[in-house]
């Protein structure tokens, strides 16, 4: 069973950034795809990011919303999944979770076989 425990959120300026970490144990990371998903008050989960497990060649996807100002990555070594949040925007504010899909490709929420708890991102003035 693998466990994931999200960690980095907090309070940021527009403009500013942040680096979220999906800590996973119980398992090896490498062999799921590890999604970054945002749910924001009153608003539907949104998938952010996408890495694929290494079956995959560790592809990443993102959101348009996000595409240039986010980066997703993988570092075996620690068993952790990243994701760096740059030129955060206000409409970036929203509990951030991180999902694993065993031998997964594409992080469809509907697939992800494991969930953290999320950690909490507000970006205001």
């Known amino acids: 069973q693998l466990q994931l425990v999200e960690s980095g959120g907090g309070l940021v300026q527009p403009g500013g950034s942040l680096r979220l970490s999906c800590l996973a144990s119980?398992?090896?990371?490498?062999?799921?795809?590890i999604g970054w998903f945002r749910q924001a008050p009153g608003k539907e989960r949104e998938r952010v990011s996408c890495?694929?497990?290494?079956?995959?060649?560790?592809?990443?996807t993102y959101a348009d919303s996000v595409t240039g100002r986010f980066t997703t990555s993988r570092d075996n070594d620690k068993n952790t999944v990243y994701l760096q949040m740059n030129s955060l925007k206000p409409e970036d504010t929203a509990v951030y979770y991180c999902?694993?899909?065993?031998?997964?490709?594409?992080?469809?929420?509907?697939?992800?076989?494991?969930w953290g708890k999320g950690t909490l991102v507000t970006v205001s003035s």
């Open positions: 119980g398992s090896t990371v490498d062999y799921y795809a």
């Open positions: 890495i694929s497990s290494s079956s995959f060649d560790a592809t990443t």
């Open positions: 999902a694993a899909e065993w031998y997964g490709r594409s992080c469809h929420p509907g697939t992800m076989d494991y």
